[in-house]
Every structure is written in C-alpha cells, then in structure tokens.
C-alpha cells in the first residue's frame, strides 16, 4: 500500500513484505514502531510519561479530577530546537489546529547509537516492563475471559514470550522477578444497579428494601453452620463480622428500587470463595395505634397486620439471596440474577441486576516503575498489534481482529486494573490512528473507534493528561488524514475497492471535527470543508508540477517538444475524467466537496499557461509533420474543453479560446485527411473485381470499393466531430471545405469506377459484363444513398443553429446544399446512362416479340395466351436476372423506363395494324399482353405501384385495345351506358324535362311506360312554340328486336305539354337486365312541311324501373314476389356532342354490318339534328332578341 507520514511522503510496501520484516526482525519492529509513533505525533508518548501521569486508582475512586476552562482549550505548539515542524497545509491550519501538548525533547535514545544498541535498550526499557506486567496479570489473573476459548497459564506464557520478543532465559528471569513480587489484593468491585418484581412485605403492599453482600469462603461458612445451633434468618450478618457486610442504602415504599451503589470487596483466595447478597425489607418499631389507623384505610392488610403482631418488634423481612461463586464469575458481568427464597413459600421474589468485575486493590509498582495502568496497556496493545499483523499473510487491510490469547490478556490487565472502558477505546483510538499511518488498517475501524470516544465523553470526564493526549490524536490525524487527502490520486487510485476507503476517511474527518471533544479542545473555527478543498487545490498543484516534470522533452526539437505537451495533456486529460467520473461521488457524499469542480478550475489555469507557451514557440514553423503531432493535442484540449459542462459553477476558463493557437495547423489537417482519403479510394478500386459482396444469407449487391469509399467518408465525419471548432463563422468555412472534398472524392471514385469496368469487360463474355455493368449501378447507387447521409453525420442542423447570428439563411442553404447536389446529379446522370445501356438491349427483345404476335391467319379461340407467353418467358428470365443483380432503388429505376417502353410498343403495333381483317384478334392480344405486363411489374405489389403503371398512356392503350377487342354488340352496349351515366350526372335541364311513371311487372313479363309531361321545352316554331310529341324506343336492337317503338300525341304550341299517356312492351326479364338495355326517349317537334325538328333525348336504364332489378328467385318464368309500385321519374334532356364518341367511331369503321351501322346512322343524324336545331336557335335569338 502507499501510505505518507506527516510531513514527508513515505512508501510502504506490501502488508506482506512488512510481515517478513517483522517476523526476522521483531525487536527492530518494535522499537521502528514506537519511534515512528513519537516522530509523527510526540502527544501519544507510551513509554515515557512521567510520575504525573494519571493512575489507575484515581479511576477506583468517585473523585474525579477538575480541570479549568483553560485546560480544555488547545493552543498552538511552540517550536522546539531541532525538531521539524509539522507540514502546514495552509496558513489558517496554524491558527485552527492547535496541540494540546508542547513537543518534548527526546533523550531516550542517542543518534550515535548502533542499531544493536538501541534495539537492547528498547527492550530494557520498553518491552521488559510490559512483559513483567503481563506475567504478574496472569499469575493473578480472577475470573474467565469473555472469549470462547479458555487459555492455559503456559499457553499465555508462550504467546507474549512471541510477542515481546523474550528469549528463554529472559523469560525465566523475569518470572522469578514476578514470584518474587508482591501479591495484589484482589477484589470484587460489585455494584448492586436496581431489582424488580420483589415481594411487598408491608401492609401498604410495598416493602423497604435494602440489601447486603459479602464474600464467604468455604472454611468460614462451614464454621459459620457448626456454630448456630438453629436455622437462622441472616445468613450474611451471621457469618462474618460486621466490617467486611457492606449494605446499601433503604429505598422507601417500592417493589422496583434503583441504588446504583458500587463496593468493593476483598478477599484473599477466588478458590471456594462465593458472593453472597442478601435483600430485606426494612421495619422499623410501630405502635398498635399506627396499624390500627392503618386497617381502617386499608381492610385488605388484615392478614398482614396479623402477621405483624406475631413478629418481634423491629424484626426486618427476608426478601430473596444470590449466591454466586467467584470461580463461575467472568473478569465482567453485567447480569440480571434472580432472588433466590429460602423457602418455597413464595418462590417468585423478583431479579437483580448486578455488575461484578474482578480487580486489584493495590499491585506491585516495582515492576513497571514510573508508569499508570494506562500507558503499560497502551504500550501493551501496541505489540500485541504488531504482533498480529507479522504473522498474517493476507493483503487485505487489518479490520481490528486479535488473537484469543491477544483479547484474553488485554481484557484480565484492564480489568484487574480498573481501567475503564473510556480508557480503553481512547488507547485503541490513539493507537489504531497512528497505526494506520504505517500500515494498511480498516478505516471502518477507525470510524467506529471515534465513535465509542465520543458516546463515552458524554457519559464520563477524562483525567486532563488523557484530554492532552486525545487532542493531540485528533489533530495529528487530521494533519495526517488532509495530507492523504491531498495524495487522494496516489493514496486512493479509482479502484472499487480504494474509493470506499476514501469516503471512510473523509467521514473519519467529519466525525473528528463534528465530536463534543475536538470541537471543547479547539475552539477555533475549523471548517473542513474548507480544508479538503484546500487540501485537494494543494495536492493538485503538486501532481500538476510532478506530472511536467516527468514529461520533459528530451531534446528541443518542435516534435518532441509538442510530444512531451500531448502526454502531459492526456495525463490531466485522464485526470479530470476520473475525477469526474469516481472521486466526485466520493468528496461530495462525504465533505460535500465538488472536487471535480475545483480540481478543473486549476486544471485549466495550469495547462493553459503551458499551452500558451509551448504553441507560441511553434508560429510560423508549422509544417505538415509539426501538424500532424499538435492534431491528438488538439482533440486532448478539445475533451477537456467538453468536460467544462459538468461545472457545478459557470465562469471565464482561461482554455476557452485555445483553438486560436492551432489555426495555422488547421489547413494542414483537412490536406492530410483529403490525400489519406483519397489514396484508400484509389487503392480500394484497383483491386475491386466489381463482383457483388455476399454477407451471410442477405447479399450485398455492391462491390468492395463502395464499402471501403462509405468508410473511408466517415473518418472525414469522425474529423468534424472531433474538432468541434468554436469559433462559428470559422466552422462554416471549415464546414465549407470537408464538404467540397467529400464531394469531390465521390465524383472521382465515379470516374475511376466506370474506367476500371471497360478495362474489366475488355475480355469477359457478354453475361458477365451485364453482371458487372450491374454492380456499377448499385455502387453508384449506394453512394447517392452515403451523400444523401452526409448532412446528418455532418450535423448541418447544429451548425446552422450555431452560425443563425453570423451567416444568413439564405448564404447557408445556397452553399452547403448545393454541393451535394451537384455531387448527387452527377450519380444520377451515371446511374441513368447505365440503366439505359441495359433497358436498351430489352426494349429491342420487347417489340420484336410484340411484332410476332401479329398474324391474318384464323386461330382457335385459345390461341392468345400461346401468341403471349413468348414474351412473357423473357421478361420473366430478364427481370428475375436483374433483380438478382440489382439493389432495389436501382431495379425499380429500370423498371419504370421499361414498362413505359413496353406500353409505347403495344400502342405503336397497335396503331400500325391498320387492316380490319383481324384487328379484334390482334387487339385482344396485345390486350392480354397489356394485363400480364402489368401483372409482371406489380409484382404482387413488390414491383411497381398501381399509380406508376396506370399511366396517361397506358389507360389511353387500355381503352383502345378493350374497344378494338370487342365485337360490334358489345361496343353498342358500352356505348349505351355511358350514355346512361351520362345521364345520372348531368345537371339543370338546359332543354327541358320528361316525367315517365314506370314499373315492370314480373308476373305477364310487362314493361309500362306512362308518359305523364314535359315541361321548359325549346321553342322550336316562328311562333316562339314548339308541337311536341315524344317517341320512346327500347336500345339496344339486338337486345329488343322484336319490341316496336311508340309514340305519343301531339301538343300543339305547347312548351310544357301535358300527355298522360301509358304503353306497354311485352319483354323478358332478361331483356331489360342484357348490358346497355334502355329505354330511350325522344321529344321532337311535329313539323308539316319538314322533318321533325329534335328537341332532346334521355336514357333511362332498364335496370332503375322498379321490378327489373335483380333480387328475386323465379321458377318456370314466375317471381315468387310481388310487383314492384310503378316509380316516377323526371329525365332532364340532352343533346349528343357530335364526332366525340370514341366508340361510334370505331363502329362507324366497320362497314361490313348493317345493323351497326344503322345504329352508327340513327346516332349521327342526332348529332345532325342537334347541331342545325342549336344553329337555328341562335340565329332566332340574334333576329328576334325580344322574344
């Protein structure tokens, strides 16, 4: 362990290697132990107190010693010629610790003494007399020890013979010394505390008790009995005579009486002797008129009172006895006993509580000539100590322990000499507090030692050489305990099992300076806080100078010099992290210190001095080398600088702008890191193969050389971070610059990238250059994905918080943005030019499969999927191959020119087949070619989304081909209902309206259509009136082709005309369900001389008449529910728009079927009508603008 003296740094070594010390040389130990004892606190002198010194009788006695208020102070130590004085920690220690004794001269032994000599008069003087103490106090040793092993006489022999280092002769020497000695008188000191539960002998219930002891041995009790002729009730008083019965005093009217008397009891032998305690209850001579008042207040002491005239007048009554023999007795007992009777009449008579100690009256002081009872046990205490500690072999710290025979001999000396218990934990205290400034002691020892001190000081007064004596412990210890405190770093190194030692300590100096004795003895106003803070700033400066001079530069060169700087920075570096980190917790629990706070402060004072004059040597000498060496001096400053976060109190550091110093450097740095960079990039693509990278059963689709450029851009990002630069508009330029340079690396690797593929597929197969060309798509791909993370690694957000005050949003945005993306359109125009190269290739495969699906031969019905799966083959193979070899983004990149591509293609073939002979075949081909395409790039919804592929484009070709791969019916039916949704949205009645009541009766299979009105009819006549009439027709023909048209009556000059007329067609129910089935009515305007002029037309669907809809089963063509209530509805007028129907176009176009092309005829001579009947009503209005 490293431990420290008081004013010079001592080192110990390990317990062990003093164990192998003390064991060669014990009487060396000894006399090294004292001696270093009275060097580093002359208070504790052990050996050499003089007469004056307090005895043990003085503890015997209930006087006390009475000291002035004077003697209780502490004053300062006077300096005594050739001693060294004490360290002082700082100038206030003078006035606040103050010695209670001043240093004495030692003249016990000389300096020109050979070691020899002074181990030989050591033990003459120190050890012989403790040996002739211990060998009387066994020889008179009364009673067992408290330990649970009982020693034997020459057990106890050989230990302190081990111990005090006592040769044979030496020992049979001083035994006969002993023999020869006069005897003690031993003693039985008894104190009789207090009784409970003992019988009420008196009428009042109560009794006066009082008790008697002695000591009886067996010859006297035995001549005691032959002597009484009869049994009597005192024991003790008839069977020694009346100066050796000691009696406490009468405790009136109780049954639980407190004495707290003490006696001391002599005897001469403890073999056969026995302690004998008698209680009685005092009665004192009462007249019969007494007892008589007595009975009339009280009738339940009747039986009492009679008992009492029986007695003899003034006869005392026996309440219980304790018998106990001296050999059953331990040195100490502090026992309650219970009252034994001396018949069985009352056999519960309650306890007693005794304390019985074993002592010697008088001793022979021959033996230690000079000493008290206090120094020889203290002296004592020291060697069993030293003792016990030579012979462990263990390295952890002693935690108090002793061996039986150790506690056995210290227990009978204290005892016999009545040495109290303050006594003896002030001995401990002072021992184990100078003991642990040698070797490594259990601080939990200490701590509980001061705490027995300070209950006892509460409870009893010291004698005032012991109160010296404790001063002067304490205030050694803090000495010592703030000078550790100042080496905490050295003492007490960040291991867990140091720190709890050093919050021990700390809590030791709290405890002293919170104690009743340290705070009577020094009434100066010590604060240890304070002083631990001090402590802590001293012993910071020390380490600091230490640490510089360890790292001196050897010689005065730049490197060397900034070399020696970077390990000292790292050293405090470190240091303020562990403070931080493990002693903080420790000195703010303990002494509610912020040392990580105060050891920063100084810290930072200290190194930034040095900091500034080391760097200020270096300008205008700074070259790429002398860079290279000042960067990790940096970053060490830059840590430290981060720490200053966790300052409990915020002010000026004088490292705050230490980056000032290394702006000559900076430049240096980026080059380095661009150049470093740049050469791994170069290094990583000369030997790339540009073959995808497998990585368990998740393959990685980019080759090497976009892994190592994605690692190489983070040691750039590691560089911004570690930096840190403070000055904002500075780190923007600095921001300005890693940003071009990453950029620029990336466009670099790009050029080299598409150079290393041509020189690869100068001499590979076709296949294995797609592979390739495939590769260099998803590297470039995977670096547009690293630029797209380079502002979050970077941390733009941040530094556009710390630069919003020096640079604008607008400066900000328009330069750091736009040179990732310039960087990230030069990926995408490489990305595109590849993907293109390969869709080029695909797009050609693609129509040249589309064009073999077109033919005039007949084929059976099921010949479409055959003409399709061709093609379907090969983009299956294709795509499966590309998305192998292609990272999603890139795939999916290829996908979308592709299936545009395809569409073109579809559309193209579909246009250029102008032929109508087998165009619906062709059509309905490229039709289920459409479909299974867009099922091939959906993917089931991992290829393209449903709003990619419905394009614009594709819903136009989807439309085409579905109208061109119907039949000319099914284009009727199509055509008809979008009519009919024309007709459910269209708004107002621009031409007028019709009201129809319509149902449908499912049981005779009949339509009825009534005709009700219309009404805001077109004035079609000169007359500004219409002779409206209105035709009704069911469409399509080949749906109703046996149903005849029908028409109403004419109303003439009428514009909302009245009909009220009903019809009835005679169709199935089937029929009015067929797709486009519909009722379509016509109001025209009955003309003489011309054609009916065309008012406007609605399309009512077959399906919204009430009985047609679905919802009913029939059997044998009858519903098994009930006719429908006919419905009324009114149909707004409408007018066709002419030549926009997609549809009557395409059926116009098919010339060879009459039926459509009576139809496409019906509906252009509307379109006809509905033209001239718009012409002329415009021109009527510009004639007659009135009406």
């Not at 008069?121 to 120190?126: D, I, T, Y």
């Not at 005897?267 to 008042?293: R, Y």
């Not at 970053?635 to 004088?654: E, N, P, T």
């Not at 019905?861 to 990272?887: C, F, G, I, Q």
Request: charged share 25%; with cysteine.
């Amino acid at each position: 362990m490293t431990s420290f003296h008081m004013d010079v740094a001592i080192t110990w070594t390990h317990p062990t290697l003093v164990t192998t010390f003390c064991s060669s040389n014990p009487q060396e130990v000894d006399f090294l132990f004292d001696s270093f004892i009275k060097d580093s606190a002359p208070a504790l002198s052990l050996v050499h107190a003089g007469p004056s010194g307090s005895s043990s009788d003085s503890n015997m006695s209930t006087q006390r010693e009475t000291t002035s208020s004077e003697d209780h102070l502490l004053k300062p130590p006077e300096q005594t010629p050739g001693l060294p004085r004490v360290k002082q920690f700082s100038p206030g220690h003078v006035r606040k610790l103050g010695q209670t004794r001043k240093i004495r001269h030692r003249r016990d032994f000389k300096d020109e003494e050979n070691p020899d000599e002074k181990a030989c008069h050591f033990k003459e003087l120190e050890l012989k007399p403790l040996y002739k103490e211990l060998l009387y106090t066994i020889a008179h040793k009364m009673g067992t020890s408290a330990s649970t092993e009982d020693f034997a006489d020459r057990q106890l022999h050989q230990y302190i013979k081990e111990a005090l280092t006592m040769t044979e002769s030496e020992h049979n020497s001083l035994m006969d010394k002993v023999q020869n000695a006069e005897p003690p008188v031993y003693c039985l000191m008894a104190t009789v505390k207090e009784a409970k539960g003992i019988l009420g002998k008196d009428v009042s219930g109560f009794s006066d008790p009082y008790c008697l002891l002695t000591i009886l041995e067996d010859e006297e009790e035995r001549r005691t009995r032959r002597s009484r002729a009869k049994a009597s009730k005192y024991v003790v008083k008839d069977a020694v005579s009346d100066d050796e019965i000691y009696q406490t005093d009468v405790k009136q009217q109780t049954l639980n009486p407190i004495w707290n008397e003490t006696f001391i009891l002599e005897f001469e032998d403890i073999v056969g002797a026995s302690f004998h305690l008698e209680m009685w209850d005092k009665d004192e001579e009462v007249s019969l008129t007494q007892k008589l008042e007595e009975f009339t207040t009280n009738f339940s002491s009747l039986s009492r009172i009679i008992k009492e005239v029986k007695k003899e007048k003034g006869t005392d009554d026996f309440l219980g006895k304790i018998v106990i023999k001296l050999q059953d007795l331990h040195c100490t007992e502090d026992n309650w006993y219970i009252l034994e009777p001396r018949t069985d009449t009352y056999p519960d008579r309650g306890q007693c509580h005794l304390n019985l100690k074993f002592m010697h009256k008088t001793r022979d002081d021959t033996l230690s000539p000079g000493r008290n009872a206090y120094i020889n046990y203290c002296g004592i205490l020291q060697q069993f100590v030293l003792s016990y500690i030579s012979k462990q072999k263990s390295s952890t710290p002693w935690k108090g322990e002793l061996c039986g025979e150790a506690q056995t001999l210290l227990e009978h000396y204290a005892t016999q000499n009545d040495l109290s218990s303050f006594l003896q934990d002030l001995a401990k205290w002072v021992a184990y507090s100078k003991l642990c400034q040698s070797i490594e002691v259990d601080s939990s020892l200490l701590l509980q030692q001061l705490t027995c001190v300070e209950y006892h000081w509460h409870q009893h007064e010291l004698p005032q050489q012991q109160k010296q004596e404790l001063g002067d412990s304490l205030h050694g210890f803090l000495h010592y305990g703030l000078h550790l405190v100042s080496k905490y770093r050295d003492v007490f190194p960040p291991t867990p099992s140091a720190t709890p030692k050093l919050h021990t300590l700390l809590r030791i100096l709290v405890q002293i300076c919170k104690t009743q004795a340290f705070q009577k003895m020094n009434p100066a106003d010590f604060q240890v806080h304070d002083e631990v803070a001090d402590a802590v700033q001293t012993g910071t400066q020390e380490w600091f100078t230490n640490k510089k001079g360890l790292h001196q530069p050897m010689t005065k060169e730049p490197s060397e010099i900034i070399s020696a700087l970077s390990r000292l920075i790292e050293e405090v570096r470190d240091d303020i992290k562990l403070n931080k980190d493990v002693w903080n917790r420790t000195f703010v629990s303990a002494v509610q210190v912020d040392v990580f706070t105060a050891v920063y402060e100084k810290l930072d004072s200290l190194l930034a001095t040095e900091v500034r004059e080391t760097l200020s040597q270096m300008e205008g000498h700074i070259d790429q080398g002398l860079a290279n060496s000042l960067f990790p001096v940096y970053l060490s400053l830059q840590v430290i600088r981060k720490d200053k976060a966790f300052l409990q109190k915020r002010g000026l550091l004088k490292l705050t702008n230490f980056h000032v110093s290394f702006r000559e450097a900076q430049p240096y740095w980026l080059n380095q890191m661009f150049n470093t960079t740049m050469d791994r990039v170069e290094r990583a693509i000369k030997v790339d193969q540009l073959q995808p990278l497998h990585s368990g059963a998740v393959p990685i689709k980019h080759s090497s050389s976009a892994v190592d450029l994605a690692a190489c851009i983070q040691p750039v990002c590691d560089l911004w971070e570690q930096m840190s630069w403070p000055d904002p508009e500075e780190a923007f330029m600095l921001m300005v610059k890693i940003t071009e340079d990453v950029c620029k690396i990336v466009v670099t690797y790009c050029h080299s990238l598409k150079d290393r593929v041509r020189m690869l597929s100068k001499n590979c197969d076709h296949g294995s250059a797609i592979n390739m060309l495939c590769v260099v798509v998803n590297d470039l791909e995977y670096l547009r994905s690293v630029l797209a993370r380079l502002p979050t690694q970077l941390n733009w957000a941040g530094l556009r918080e710390r630069t919003q005050h020096v640079i604008g949003e607008s400066q900000f945005h328009n330069t750091l943005p736009l040179q990732v993306q310039q960087a990230q359109g030069i990926l995408r125009r490489e990305i595109r030019s590849a993907l293109e190269t390969l869709s080029r290739k695909l797009n050609t495969d693609i129509e040249t499969h589309v064009r073999g699906m077109s033919t005039r031969k007949r084929i059976p019905p099921k010949s479409t999927e055959d003409a399709a799966t061709p093609l379907m083959r090969y983009l299956e193979k294709e795509l499966h191959y590309m998305n192998e070899n292609l990272v999603q983004e890139n795939f999916n990149s290829l996908l979308t020119p592709l299936w545009n591509n395809s569409v073109k293609i579809l559309h193209q073939m579909a246009s250029e087949h102008s032929q109508q002979e087998g165009l619906i075949v062709f059509c309905h081909r490229l039709l289920y070619t459409l479909q299974c395409l867009e099922q091939c790039f959906h993917g089931e919804g991992n290829g393209l989304p449903l709003n990619v592929l419905h394009s614009d484009e594709y819903k136009t070709l989807n439309a085409y081909l579905t109208h061109h791969s119907l039949s000319s019916r099914h284009l009727v039916d199509k055509f008809l209902e979008g009519k009919i949704w024309e007709q459910r949205v269209i708004a107002g009645e621009k031409y007028g309206a019709v009201t129809l009541l319509t149902s449908y009766r499912r049981s005779d299979q009949r339509l009825r259509v009534e005709v009700l009105n219309a009404v805001n009819l077109l004035p079609m006549d000169s007359n500004g009136l219409s002779d409206p009439y209105v035709h009704l027709c069911l469409e399509p023909y080949h749906t109703f082709p046996l149903v005849e048209p029908c028409c109403t009556q004419i109303k003439s000059c009428d514009l909302n005309p009245l009909f009220d007329e009903a019809f009835e067609f005679l169709v199935g129910l089937n029929q009015c369900q067929a797709p486009g089935a519909c009722l379509v009515v016509t109001v025209l305007d009955h003309d003489t001389l011309r054609t009916d002029d065309f008012e406007g037309e609605a399309f009512l669907s077959l399906k919204d008449i009430p009985g047609v809809a679905r919802g009913g089963e029939e059997k044998d063509g009858l519903s098994f529910h009930p006719d429908a209530p006919p419905a009324q509805i009114r149909l707004p007028l409408t007018h066709p728009k002419p030549n926009e129907n997609k549809i009557l176009k395409l059926l116009e176009s098919r010339k060879g079927e009459r039926e459509i092309q009576a139809f496409v005829k019906k509906r252009r001579q509307r379109e006809k009508q509905s033209k001239e009947q718009s012409q002329a009503q415009r021109a009527h209005f510009f004639f007659h603008p009135k009406i």
